[in-house]
Every structure is written in structure tokens, then in C-alpha cells.
């Protein structure tokens, strides 16, 4: 299963996720990393398995 959202080739960090995100939301991929970040550490959010949840599903650029 893909889903209709690339990793970003230009805006990213690590793999491009959250930057290819941010891109396809329109967000600002800074504010995107911080919310991700916050999140990845808090008891309720499964942050690391959610990224590479989404590593894998997302298509790489183009």
C-alpha cells in the first residue's frame, strides 16, 4: 500500500518525511518537525514506529 504523498528530495532531515509532509500540507516543515518531535515523546504517540510506519509507505521523490 503507497500513499499519494512523496518524501520531500530537498526539505529533509533524515529520510524526508515530515518534510514531505509538511510540503504536501502546506506547512512550515520547522513548526512540522517540532510538533513531530514533542509528540514522538510523549507516552501516547508511538513517534519512531509512526515515522518509519510512514518511511515506508511514502514514495520517494521523483
Do not use: C, D
Not at 15 to 25: K, P, R, S
Amino acid at each position: 500500500m503507497k500513499i499519494n504523498i512523496y518524501r520531500s528530495a530537498t526539505n529533509k532531515v533524515f529520510a524526508g518525511v515530515i518534510g514531505g509532509l509538511a510540503e504536501h500540507y502546506q506547512w512550515n516543515p520547522t513548526l512540522a518537525r517540532v510538533i513531530f518531535v514533542v509528540l514522538a515523546f510523549t507516552p501516547f504517540f508511538p513517534g519512531i514506529i509512526a515515522y518509519l510506519i510512514l518511511w515506508i509507505l511514502m514514495r520517494s521523490p521523483q
